[in-house]
């Protein structure tokens, strides 16, 4: 799975007065939220930028609120491709993560704040993949039409694990047929979506069903 690189820039304020000034800045306030859990009272030393979070019993995760700019982020939002992050923070430090969640002002549709994740080599995580469809179905040429209804399907597995695509053959697809989730393997990869769900579908076209109906009648 490809890599995006990106710089922040941590944040020392934070609230809607701070977070206002660095989008007048031209700049976009993230969050990145750590996945490990620490003990409370935290006896640790916290970094520019990073605060702890109780999430309770006990426990409490850190988040580290910085900056990045518009450009810097352009190729990773605006693509169909999905990518983990590896984000450079102060004093060099490198953190691989995942984004999390993006909001858009509902009007200009530019990007408000995006969440990421922190991720481990060692832990498994939930993101969604791109579907790719890979040959000539037989349906398609009885005269169907090809449908894809899930663009992405949601996966668990080691990061180091996920492909840039899934890749699934629709060679033997035939007409008025679907392949649905549960149909589906891949290689180290668990899928989340509902079993049932369909991704891909060749339905019936009128021409595809005048057809049918000749050669029942002859």
Do not use: W
Not at 56 to 76: C, E, H, M, P, Y
Not at 102 to 108: A, E, L, N, S
Not at 159 to 168: A, T
């Amino acid at each position: 799975m490809k890599t995006f690189q990106l710089e922040g820039t941590p944040r020392e304020t934070v609230g809607k007065k701070a977070t206002k000034a660095i989008r007048n800045e031209g700049r976009i306030p993230a969050i990145l939220y750590g996945s490990e859990p620490v003990s409370l009272p935290f006896e640790g030393k916290l970094n520019k930028g990073e605060t702890l979070v109780e999430t309770g019993d006990g426990k409490g995760v850190i988040v580290t609120n910085f900056s990045v700019t518009k450009d810097a982020i352009r190729n990773l939002v605006y693509t169909p491709e999905v990518f983990l992050v590896e984000l450079t923070l102060e004093d060099n430090k490198k953190v691989m993560a995942m984004v999390k969640d993006m909001q858009f002002q509902p009007v200009k549709d530019s990007i408000l704040h995006i969440d990421f994740l922190e991720i481990f080599e060692n832990k498994p995580i939930v993101i969604e993949i791109p579907v790719k469809l890979e040959g000539h179905s037989e349906g398609v040429k009885a005269g169907g039409k090809l449908s894809l209804e899930m663009r992405k399907l949601k996966v668990k597995a080691m990061y180091k694990d996920i492909p840039e695509q899934l890749v699934i053959d629709i060679t033997n697809l035939g007409l008025g047929k679907t392949i649905q989730v549960g149909s589906l393997h891949f290689d180290k990869l668990e899928l989340i979506n509902a079993k049932n769900a369909v991704v891909c579908a060749v339905k019936l076209t009128r021409a595809a069903r005048g057809a049918a109906a000749a050669a029942a009648n002859k």
